[in-house]
């Protein structure tokens, strides 16, 4: 009777209730860390503070932080006891470092220390680039509690190595970055990835500066890349391209329609003392260049830009899809090896994997999985969360 009594307190002295409109019990009890705002009755409370949700009987459910978007409250603990305070904070920010500890080899100072959702730190995200690292809240909810996460993040940070920290702004149409603490960047600098080195710009560079979350796919591509041609399509900072070229790769092709990514690309090349002559460059938007090419391919990597960067986008997206992945195959080498990837969350894993199967089917070409993977292990994702689970990769043969 007691523990009956106890799931039903409503909240901790002080802390203002948010009732739930909608029956999601079940799938914030397995963790899913977001409660959108028409799924709370009479949300009122300011981004920042923290409330207990509850169930339609007012029985306790979640603890989280209003935040100032369509995600109402973000949940940080479906425990009744537990408090949303800087003790909190801390244990979170301490377990995500132990366990980078554990999985970053120390031929990579490049790394994701927080990734949000997926260590229970909703909205938060930072990334480490050898001796800087880039935070980044995602809604005015996260960014509330700024200096709370600084305060033990600064030592975490000091400890790796880490003297320059970098807050990205809350709002996503501002670019703009503070110094937390250290010196701005004067510009691009190199850091490592299993021993890869990577050219960076932690000011000007999309996301935080790299994207990080490809370290397994780039690691796959290098190891089988020996002797083989390399076409890497959307190539941006051409990470994959030096890659294929550590792992000896005969020729590697980089296309991107920006030059300035580019000229970053044949720099990271040069960094890593590769031969110039087996790397080109192509400033060109991929799908008129894969329409006009007259080659093929032993390797080709394909990562587009989000093609459905909302919901309503979707079904787009998957004609997008199917479309590059037709033209890849048609420059892809027989027996040769297509990695495709997806950084579209509205794009589940299920869906993505038949465009490229749809694609092979229109071309009467049979494939065979070689594997399908996501972010690395310093992305954690949590199993109800699949917005979390947002890039999906998949390599086949044809």
């Not at 930072?126 to 001796?131: L, S």
């Not at 550590?246 to 040069?270: C, F, M, N, Q």
Request: charged share 30%; with cysteine.
């Amino acid at each position: 009777m007691a523990r009956r009594r106890e799931h039903r307190k409503r909240a901790l002295p002080g802390e203002r209730e948010v009732r739930l409109s909608r029956k999601l019990e079940r799938v914030l009890l397995q963790g899913h860390p977001w409660v959108w705002r028409d799924a709370v009755a009479g949300l009122d409370a300011p981004a920042g503070e923290v409330v207990a949700v509850t169930d339609a009987k007012g029985g306790f459910v979640a603890r989280g932080i209003v935040d100032d978007g369509p995600i109402g409250v973000r949940v940080f603990t479906i425990s009744p006891r537990e408090r949303v305070d800087a003790a909190l904070f801390s244990r979170r920010i301490e377990a995500a470092a132990a366990l980078r500890d554990t999985i970053i080899d120390d031929q990579t100072d490049a790394y994701r220390l927080l990734h949000g959702e997926g260590d229970r730190l909703p909205g938060i995200v930072c990334d480490v680039y050898g001796t800087s690292a880039v935070l980044r809240f995602d809604g005015g909810g996260a960014a509330a509690w700024q200096t709370v996460v600084l305060e033990t993040l600064e030592p975490v940070l000091r400890e790796r190595g880490v003297d320059t920290l970098l807050v990205r702004s809350a709002r996503r149409q501002e670019r703009s970055l503070e110094v937390a603490f250290g010196a701005l960047p004067g510009g691009r600098y190199v850091v490592s990835e299993h021993g890869m080195k990577m050219l960076v710009d932690p000011v000007h560079g999309q996301k935080t500066g790299l994207f990080l979350d490809h370290r397994p796919s780039r690691r796959k591509i290098r190891d089988l890349s020996r002797g083989r041609s390399v076409l890497n399509l959307y190539g941006y900072t051409g990470a994959f391209s030096t890659a294929a070229g550590l792992g000896g790769a005969s020729r590697v092709v980089t296309v991107d329609i920006a030059r300035p990514a580019l000229d970053l690309a044949e720099a990271s090349w040069a960094e890593n003392d590769l031969p110039p002559e087996r790397h080109e460059t192509h400033a060109a938007d991929v799908p008129k260049l894969l329409a006009e090419l007259d080659e093929t391919f032993d390797i080709i990597v394909s990562d587009p830009p989000s093609f459905a960067p909302r919901e309503s986008a979707l079904e787009g997206a998957i004609t997008a899809y199917e479309k590059l992945h037709i033209a890849c195959l048609d420059r892809l080498r027989p027996g040769g090896l297509y990695l495709a990837a997806s950084c579209s969350s509205h794009v589940r894993r299920g869906a993505f994997d038949a465009t490229v199967y749809e694609a092979s089917r229109r071309r009467r070409r049979p494939l065979q999985l070689l594997g399908r993977w996501g972010a690395g292990e310093d992305h954690p994702r949590i199993p109800i969360f699949v917005e979390g689970d947002y890039l999906k990769a998949i390599l086949v043969r044809g």
